[in-house]
């Protein structure tokens, strides 16, 4: 059978799976919490959740591209976008998911109005995160299209609509519960099909050695240890750390991946979470090196860099393992997709509609509850469907700065307010809209007129957005209550069972 | 002969592990509830 034909069977069971999964959750969401955070799953099924909803399209194809196109350099891509997440998991996970939810927080920007006891700040960020998600998830569309486009020869708002309607109607339904289910089957997915691939590959090439002695005779570059000292843009020492640095700030308060750990049971599980997300993190690298295989089997003559993956398994592959490696992709894709729409949809229902709108006349009564759940769904299938109509009638040719530009950009406005306010008790409201201002700002100044490029300008943003929040802390008068600031720092358990 | 990039890679992916053994074994897992 062709690979076209083997990947549609391939693509009919594994939509018909996500949508029995999406009427699932949807039979377990009661309430705005179940919605939002659904704290109720042992710490391999979060894991799975964070690890998929991290790694994206561009993790699958823009990764393996950067290989393909630098040689071994672009390796430190990888190393840097994902050690610096592990990092991050570090500085956040735990304190994060413990203090949210004890102060009953059910997203990020939910945190944040908690936090400062401020609707102001809480509808900022609920209002700034949604619209710079709309780049995000257009890219995640686009990298979709283009790998229908490349692999099965079908029209590229083929895979954008399909990619986008399924991912809009399982979460419309199931919200983080289906998010959560889905997120298992699709990570497992993509970490054996990457592990099969890069061990296969390996082999066929004859180990270090074989993939060496091809590369080399193109060019000595691509077997060298960095593109330059600090002069070149990416995978030079100072690239590297300013990727990786930029990245623990970002995933570190970035609101559709925290959340991910607050599914879990209870947050003494988070160790655990930490542990397995980095091994499959660690797991998930290795699809780098799909990229050199690539250029050691194809040469440098692809076009589009991005399709380095699926023309390797073009090149060396039986059509089975294309159709999986197309539903693996189409994975990645997915989890991350469906974690930013449950994150929007939150923004609208719980962060606007019923804390900063409800909850400021009354306390929610059940018909508020019910109707919270509704302006969720339909902000769903707005914020899923729109994004889809820019992709599929303009795509945006410079997405993937667009993609860096949003994440980078939350992270830059984050850092001060989220992490530095997690482990900071003097930390006032006031310090955290202006160290949102200063952090966003430089970032964007950094990165539109300087063009420094996401890593410098994203490390630097935060930085500045961090630094900024603690001297405007110290300086200004705390106007939180005593109450709330035990609640936020409670004396640590020994001393309390003393 | 000099060390493969491949192996430096593997360091610094090992480096991280490191220090989330130290982290996960020496800090005190915080309790939801006060």
Not at chain 1, 43 to 65: D, E, I, N, R
Not at chain 1, 100 to 116: E, H, Q
Not at chain 1, 147 to 174: K, N, Q, S
């Amino acid at each position: 059978m062709s690979l076209a034909t083997l990947s549609w069977i391939g693509l009919v069971i594994y939509i018909a799976a996500m949508i029995v999964l999406g009427v699932m959750g949807m039979r377990r969401t009661r309430s705005m919490a179940d919605y939002a955070v659904a704290a109720r799953f042992g710490p391999l099924f979060v894991a799975l959740c964070f690890t998929g909803t991290f790694t994206s399209a561009a993790t699958f194809m823009g990764y393996p591209g950067l290989v393909y196109k630098f040689g071994w350099p672009g390796m430190w891509a990888g190393a840097g976008f994902a050690t610096g997440a592990v990092a991050a998991m570090i500085l956040t996970a735990r304190k994060l998911t413990s203090t949210a939810t004890r102060i009953g927080s059910l997203s990020v920007p939910d945190f944040v109005g908690d936090r400062y006891k401020s609707d102001l700040l809480r509808v900022i960020v609920a209002v700034l995160v949604p619209i710079i998600y709309i780049a995000v998830l257009t890219a995640q569309y686009k990298g979709v299209g283009t790998l229908f486009e490349v692999v099965l020869g079908v029209d590229y708002r083929v895979g954008v609509l399909l990619c986008a309607v399924v991912v809009t109607l399982y979460i419309a339904l199931g919200g983080t519960i289906a998010d959560v289910y889905t997120d298992v089957v699709q990570t497992s997915i993509m970490t054996i099909v990457v592990l099969f691939v890069a061990i296969y590959g390996f082999i066929y090439l004859g180990g270090f050695a074989g993939i060496d002695a091809a590369v080399a005779k193109e060019s000595p570059n691509l077997t060298s240890a960095a593109t330059g000292w600090w002069a070149a843009p990416l995978f030079t020492p100072l690239g590297v750390f300013a990727l990786w640095l930029m990245h623990v700030f970002h995933v570190g308060s970035q609101p559709y991946m925290v959340k991910t750990f607050w599914a879990v049971r209870t947050p003494k599980l988070i160790g655990q979470v930490m542990l397995y997300s980095a091994i499959i993190l660690f797991l998930h690298n290795f699809v780098g090196l799909t990229g050199i295989y690539a250029r050691a089997i194809v040469g440098p003559g692809l076009k589009n860099v991005d399709a380095a993956f699926p023309a390797l398994i073009a090149a060396i592959f039986p059509p089975v393992v294309g159709a999986l490696v197309l539903i693996a992709i189409l994975s990645a894709a997915m989890s991350t997709v469906d974690g930013l729409l449950v994150t929007v949809s939150t923004c609208a229902a719980n962060d606007v509609y019923r804390k900063a709108i409800v909850a400021r006349k009354r306390e929610p009564t059940a018909e508020d509850e019910r109707r919270a759940l509704t302006v969720g769904r339909i902000a769903c299938l707005v914020f899923g469907l729109a994004p889809a109509y820019w992709a599929a009638t303009k795509p945006p040719e410079f997405l993937l700065v667009l993609l860096w530009f949003g994440l980078a950009g939350v992270g830059s406005m984050l850092a001060g307010p989220v992490i530095v306010g997690l482990y900071m008790k003097r930390a006032t409201p006031i310090g955290a809209l202006v160290s949102m201002i200063v952090g966003l700002a430089l970032y964007a100044v950094l990165f539109i007129p300087y063009k420094l490029g996401p890593n410098i300008s994203g490390a630097a943003g935060a930085v500045a957005g961090a630094l900024t929040m603690i001297v405007v802390s110290l300086a200004t008068r705390q106007t939180l209550s005593e109450e709330l600031i035990n609640r936020l720092f409670p004396p640590a358990p020994k001393e309390r069972h003393a | 002969m000099r060390m493969h990039v491949f192996y430096a890679w593997l360091i610094w992916w090992a480096l991280h592990f490191v220090a989330l053994a130290i982290y996960l074994t020496q800090t005190r897992e915080e309790e939801a509830v006060p």
